[in-house]
């Protein structure tokens, strides 16, 4: 199934440089691994919803997009691609398209456009079947309005609207589990990837756009700005998030669970304070009397490790 | 269900929503996405029908939400084919975000709306309330009096649309129009494609060069000249609806006025209004002027944009003006109609009374009793020493007891 590195470098960039996102944008990372996914020759229509893909990307009259893209809003942009392919499928049958031509429907948007205010245009566009590649950039918070919370951002994590204070410490609850959630809806493809395994990913990709239906990815973008990272950290904290079990890989193919993790993986996970130690955003877990909130990170990365493995058939 | 294939124009007796949805099945768009909501529900039900029989090539997206309805809607007139959609009440409110959206990105939209009232209180049935809401939205909005309209004005709004590179609604008013059934003609399903022809799409994410659409323009004036832009194509779209609507009425012999006159000519006291309730008026009034008195009644058509020009010209010569809202908007000013109607008053130098009236919310009986009621208000206020006012004030027609007893 994967191609090799030397075709995907020939893969043309729908995404182009000279747009405005941070270096070391994990999204900008994500985007041209999925659209490497997409091939050399594909038709490609995109969506992004409102994020910092979006505004960094098309600023008027600029646009770093070389397919045709469109942006409406923050919440809808599985609902917006679903109508660009519902009108692709009624002229096709109208014959107003060219049976022979194939265009690839997809819809970008950060964890904040799908895990909270686009979660319902995503499942209502999932359900219906639509024949769209639907692609989560999670940087686990509302990075482009100031990194604040979103349901993605992990247990423990600071983020401007679930501060870091005298009694609270950062996030107090889990992120919402978006991936078991879309593989819920029994649609043909859902899997999970990070930029900090580009080969994994890209395979995923090939996979989605290659589905009849709807695919889901949900892809680790890790974020210098949010984080607390630097610049040239960002696929290395993206293995790291893997490595630890704290972000790890999988599939759900036709309803078949697997696990991609790398193969060093089988010797065991690494601890996830290797991973937290990383990022200035959980630094005060590492401050005295917090230990107790390092061993709870750690049993929370453990009991979601040990559910995916039991759906993976692998415990 | 099966439908008839008309081969010429052909005289049916059907509901208002039967109606629209033999606009939507002649038209037959590339995409209808739409949300089912009472009174609207029967048009996408028919609508799913033709789509079951084959009747239609269209895409039928049954959106798991009225934000959805119009946010796919847009995506599909982005990606170059024809979009219609169908909503009401909540799920006009729901879309609110999107209707801007529409606009501005400049797609030409087809939506019914049929008009219901809006929560809280809960209430399924007739009036302004949810369209009001919808004025400023950079939409144009035509209104049915009856289901006749509501097939014509459906017609119309595709032409008007890409004309003007602006969405359009076509309005009637819920369950009074949209559930009765009233006779009208229906044309041949050739002549209707003929009328609004092949659709070949200004710009389009799936035709030609690669299409950004909907870039961000958050610096210098950009954002300026859009709604500038969007301001001027309205200004454009009384001409071009005119001009549409003439063309239907030679095929159909059905003439299109943005404003419609009863008994103007030489009319002292008028009422204004909008929609089924129009008839009420006309009814009252023609009684009335068999006993001698000379009153008339204009109704809206064309609500956005609003025919300020027709609207003063056809009150230039009266004594007093009664407007009529469906709508309550809470300014403590008038009703929106009363509000719109002032100013083209204003902007045509006619000074008289002007009495408003809020009627007919949440589906409350519209009464011959209140028309003759407002008519007599009327004689009050012309001619005498308060004659001159514009009473902001509105009165609530049908809550107490009536003070005109039929």
């Known amino acids: 199934m994967a191609t090799p590195i030397k075709e995907l470098a020939l893969v043309p960039e729908r995404l182009i440089g000279g747009h405005r996102l941070c270096g070391g944008c994990g999204a900008s990372?994500?985007?041209?691994?999925?659209?490497?996914?997409?091939?050399?020759?594909?038709?490609?229509?995109?969506?992004?919803?409102?994020?910092?893909?979006?505004?960094?990307?098309?600023?008027?009259?600029?646009?770093?997009?070389?397919?045709?893209?469109?942006?409406?809003?923050?919440?809808?942009?599985?609902?917006?691609?679903?109508?660009?392919?519902?009108?692709?499928?009624?002229?096709?049958?109208?014959?107003?398209?060219?049976?022979?031509?194939?265009?690839?429907?997809?819809?970008?948007?950060?964890?904040?456009?799908?895990?909270?205010?686009?979660?319902?245009?995503?499942?209502?566009?999932?359900?219906?079947?639509?024949?769209?590649?639907?692609?989560?950039?999670?940087?686990?918070?509302?990075?482009?309005?100031?990194?604040?919370?979103?349901?993605?951002?992990?247990?423990?994590?600071?983020?401007?609207?679930?501060?870091?204070?005298?009694?609270?410490?950062?996030?107090?609850?889990?992120?919402?589990?978006?991936?078991?959630?879309?593989?819920?809806?029994?649609?043909?493809?859902?899997?999970?990837?990070?930029?900090?395994?580009?080969?994994?990913?890209?395979?995923?990709?090939?996979?989605?756009?290659?589905?009849?239906?709807?695919?889901?990815?949900?892809?680790?973008?890790?974020?210098?700005?949010?984080?607390?990272?630097?610049?040239?950290?960002?696929?290395?904290?993206?293995?790291?998030?893997?490595?630890?079990?704290?972000?790890?890989?999988?599939?759900?193919?036709?309803?078949?669970?697997?696990?991609?993790?790398?193969?060093?993986?089988?010797?065991?996970?690494?601890?996830?304070?290797e991973f937290l130690e990383m990022q200035g955003r959980f630094k005060h877990l590492f401050k005295p009397g917090n230990e107790h909130l390092l061993v709870e990170a750690q049993e929370d990365v453990d009991a979601y490790y040990a559910y995916l493995k039991e759906r993976c058939g692998e415990a | 269900m099966t439908h008839i294939k008309y081969t010429e124009q052909t005289t049916i007796a059907a509901t208002g929503n039967t109606f629209v949805t033999e606009a939507f099945r002649q038209v037959e768009p590339d995409a209808l996405c739409a949300y089912p909501i009472t009174p609207q529900t029967t048009i996408v039900e028919k609508f799913a029908q033709l789509v079951a029989d084959g009747d239609v090539a269209t895409e039928y997206v049954c959106t798991e939400s009225e934000h959805s309805a119009m946010t796919a809607t847009i995506g599909a007139a982005a990606a170059g084919g024809r979009a219609y959609t169908a909503t009401s009440a909540q799920g006009l409110a729901h879309m609110w975000e999107e209707l801007y959206i529409a606009s501005g990105l400049r797609l030409p939209i087809v939506m019914a709306n049929v008009n219901r009232a809006l929560s809280a209180p809960i209430n399924i049935h007739g009036d302004h309330s949810d369209i009001m809401g919808a004025r400023d939205t950079g939409w144009v909005m035509i209104l049915a009096e009856s289901p006749q309209e509501a097939y014509d004005n459906t017609i119309i709004s595709t032409p008007v649309s890409e004309d003007l590179l602006l969405p359009v609604m076509s309005c009637l008013d819920g369950f009074i129009t949209s559930h009765s059934i009233m006779r009208g003609d229906v044309a041949a399903d050739a002549t209707v494609k003929e009328f609004v022809g092949e659709y070949s799409p200004r710009d389009s994410l799936m035709f030609g060069e690669p299409r950004t659409v909907g870039p961000f323009a958050n610096l210098g004036p950009t954002y300026m000249k859009v709604k500038k832009a969007q301001r001027d194509a309205m200004d454009r779209g009384l001409e071009v609806i005119k001009r549409v609507g003439d063309q239907w009425a030679e095929i159909t012999g059905r003439s299109y006025d943005h404003v419609e006159c009863w008994g103007m000519e030489d009319a002292e006291r008028a009422i204004v209004v909008m929609g089924s309730a129009a008839g009420n008026a006309r009814a009252v009034a023609r009684s009335l002027r068999e006993g001698g008195e000379k009153v008339g009644v204009v109704k809206i058509r064309t609500y956005r944009p609003f025919p300020l020009a027709d609207v003063g010209a056809a009150l230039a010569h009266v004594k007093a003006v009664a407007v009529l809202d469906r709508a309550e908007t809470f300014s403590t000013l008038a009703g929106p109609l009363a509000k719109d109607t002032i100013a083209a008053l204003f902007n045509a130098g006619v000074t008289v009374p002007v009495r408003n009236y809020i009627y007919g919310l949440g589906g409350n009986d519209v009464k011959l009793e209140q028309m003759y009621q407002v008519f007599d208000d009327l004689t009050k206020v012309d001619g005498d020493g308060i004659a001159t006012s514009v009473n902001m004030t509105p009165r609530y027609l049908g809550i107490g007891p009536c003070s005109y007893e039929l």
């Open chain 1, 29 to 273: 990372i994500a985007v041209r691994q999925v659209m490497m996914g997409a091939g050399p020759d594909a038709d490609v229509v995109c969506g992004v919803a409102t994020s910092c893909l979006q505004v960094s990307t098309t600023i008027y009259p600029f646009s770093s997009w070389k397919c045709s893209y469109m942006h409406n809003a923050f919440e809808n942009v599985a609902a917006n691609i679903a109508g660009v392919e519902a009108v692709y499928k009624g002229m096709k049958r109208a014959g107003k398209i060219d049976p022979d031509r194939e265009i690839k429907f997809l819809a970008i948007g950060g964890d904040g456009g799908t895990y909270d205010i686009g979660l319902q245009a995503l499942s209502g566009a999932a359900e219906r079947g639509h024949d769209m590649v639907y692609v989560c950039y999670d940087n686990g918070a509302y990075m482009n309005t100031g990194i604040q919370r979103s349901s993605a951002t992990p247990k423990g994590s600071w983020a401007t609207t679930s501060e870091v204070g005298a009694i609270r410490p950062g996030k107090s609850t889990a992120r919402k589990d978006l991936t078991s959630i879309m593989a819920a809806h029994h649609i043909p493809y859902v899997a999970q990837a990070s930029v900090g395994y580009w080969k994994d990913l890209v395979s995923k990709a090939e996979k989605a756009f290659a589905t009849e239906g709807f695919a889901f990815l949900n892809i680790l973008a890790p974020c210098p700005r949010g984080w607390r990272h630097g610049l040239d950290q960002t696929t290395i904290v993206g293995r790291s998030a893997v490595d630890t079990g704290f972000w790890p890989l999988f599939e759900v193919e036709n309803g078949d669970w697997k696990m991609t993790m790398p193969a060093k993986t089988r010797q065991g996970l690494k601890p996830v304070t």
